[in-house]
């Protein structure tokens, strides 16, 4: 089903509410078309930053398994310098880079493939993890140990990783980015794990709450995770904007400053995408 339309009056929608440029890390062995991008990003004047990568294991196209990683690496600085799938439209970070728990051997070799390329480019970078506690911090240090700016990576799905303030502190200390990223899902149902209560956005916003009382509102960042028709306003979800529309304003009345939400929506993205 062709939903062009749609999402690019969702993506007019996301400007008119105040929302500049948006991030999609659809990558390898998700259907991606930077092409495609290039034009929804002219049809909206939202500027969209696409991702390179691969993902999980399961979803990796049957090449990667003969691929080096200096392979892999070519390919991430090739289409970060000159263009992907065939199009002039450049790619501005990567990832998602997906990992499973366990990780697998393929997985282990894109992260160090990422993290080489991110050192001689300065990218920024998307990590999603496992979910398990571990995975997280196994991720990244598999990413220092192979040279990467950990500071330049996000670590995204944390409200599904770490549900107390203490497991969550602890991550914190090996300085990622800190994301939380399924605003706009209210049920506590995980689809893919069901052994998971997943949180709502007020939760979310409590545990981001426990990161800016211990001083650490530059590293934190948000977002939608979104990724299907069921979250596209034609079919009653929530949409692109939710998080202008509903959940700044849910984090004002729970005492989060301008100032602080500034850094969360504006300076920090800003400072990650960043990149000469």
Not at 242 to 251: A, D, R
Request: charged share 20%; with cysteine.
């Amino acid at each position: 089903m062709n939903e062009d339309s749609a999402l690019i009056d969702e993506l007019l929608y996301l400007k008119e509410n105040g929302c500049q440029s948006l991030v999609e890390q659809t990558i390898y062995g998700l259907g991606r078309n930077v092409g495609k991008l290039v034009d929804f990003s002219v049809a909206s004047g939202v500027h969209i930053i696409a991702g390179t990568g691969y993902y999980y294991s399961s979803t990796h196209p049957p090449e990667v398994d003969g691929m080096t990683q200096e392979e892999i690496e070519r390919l991430l600085t090739s289409e970060i310098l000159v263009g992907a799938d065939g199009s002039m439209g450049r790619c501005g970070l990567i990832g998602e880079i997906g990992c499973t728990w366990p990780m697998t051997a393929n997985e282990r070799k894109i992260l160090r493939a990422t993290a080489a390329v991110q050192s001689t480019l300065g990218c920024p970078v998307s990590i999603h993890p496992g979910l398990d506690p571990k995975s997280p911090e196994e991720a990244v240090r598999i990413l220092q140990e192979a040279g990467a700016q950990v500071d330049k990576i996000v670590m995204d799905h944390l409200d599904t990783c770490f549900f107390t303030r203490e497991g969550l502190l602890e991550f914190s200390e090996l300085g990622t980015l800190l994301e939380f990223d399924f605003f706009g899902t209210e049920v506590a149902h995980c689809q893919y794990h069901p052994e998971i209560d997943s949180m709502n956005d007020g939760q979310r916003i409590q545990m981001i709450k426990s990161l800016v009382e211990e001083g650490m509102e530059d590293r934190v960042v948000i977002s939608h995770d979104f990724h299907g028709r069921h979250q596209m306003m034609k079919y009653g979800g929530h949409g692109l904007s939710h998080i202008s529309l509903h959940v700044l304003p849910k984090m004002r009345a729970r005492g989060l400053s301008q100032a602080v939400i500034d850094k969360i929506t504006k300076t920090n993205p800003q400072r990650w995408l960043t990149f000469k």
